[in-house]
């Protein structure tokens, strides 16, 4: 039997594995896009177009952020078998509230950069509306908080990688293996 659409006691479903991933490659790509930039001198052709897809997947990143707090907020999350200390997933609880949080925390500052910089705000053809006015010293006091909670949610997704494969190859327990893609329910028989 294939994977199912939603979470099971032992395993995510097809919905939240892939929303997932899919977050994971649009972050690397946010990332990449605003990284790359520095590649092409200002005001070239290449550098805008990578600042106008970081814009835009970051605003993509917002919106199934929110699709992910539901599935978070509605569906059950899988046991973790065998069921690590206490310590651990709360821990773990709190690293996803954070990343949750961040995710949508990042795109609002960036959002609120551009407004406040008097730049449009692009997403897929379309211009969102300003969320303030244009005040130059706002904008750049939001774009160095923007750019620090960036680094907190690399680190965030770095502790959340490392915690998964300390839990498969040091714990032993089906952590990173409820999330991973292309893994059948009938393997929850034998976890």
């Known amino acids: ?44 052709d290449p550098r805008e177009a990578l600042k106008q897809w970081h814009f835009t997947l970051g605003l993509t990143v917002f919106v199934l952020a929110w699709f992910r707090i539901g599935l978070y907020l509605g569906q059950k999350r899988p046991v973790i078998v065998p ?10 609880r709190i690293v996803q509230v954070l990343l949750l949080v961040v995710m949508v925390g990042m795109p609002i500052g960036g959002w609120l950069a ?11 053809g379309m211009h969102m509306p300003p969320l303030m006015g244009k005040d130059e010293a706002l904008a750049d006091l939001v774009e160095d908080v923007h750019e620090t909670i960036g680094k907190l949610l690399y680190f965030l997704i770095g502790l959340h990688a490392a915690a998964a494969l300390f839990h498969h190859y040091f714990q032993g327990d089906n952590t990173l293996r409820r999330m991973l893609p292309g893994q059948s329910h009938a393997d929850d028989a034998s976890s």
Request: glycine content about 10%; proline content about 8%.
């Open 83 to 92: 069921p690590p200390p206490d310590w651990q997933q709360s821990l773990a």
């Open 1 to 44: 039997m294939g994977m199912r659409w939603a979470n099971t006691n032992l395993r995510y479903g097809v919905v939240s594995v892939l929303l997932h991933w899919l977050m994971f490659l649009l972050i690397v790509g946010v990332y990449a896009c605003i990284e790359l930039r520095e590649l092409y001198p200002r005001g070239s």
């Open 114 to 124: 551009l407004s406040t910089g008097g730049e449009e705000i692009p997403f897929y």
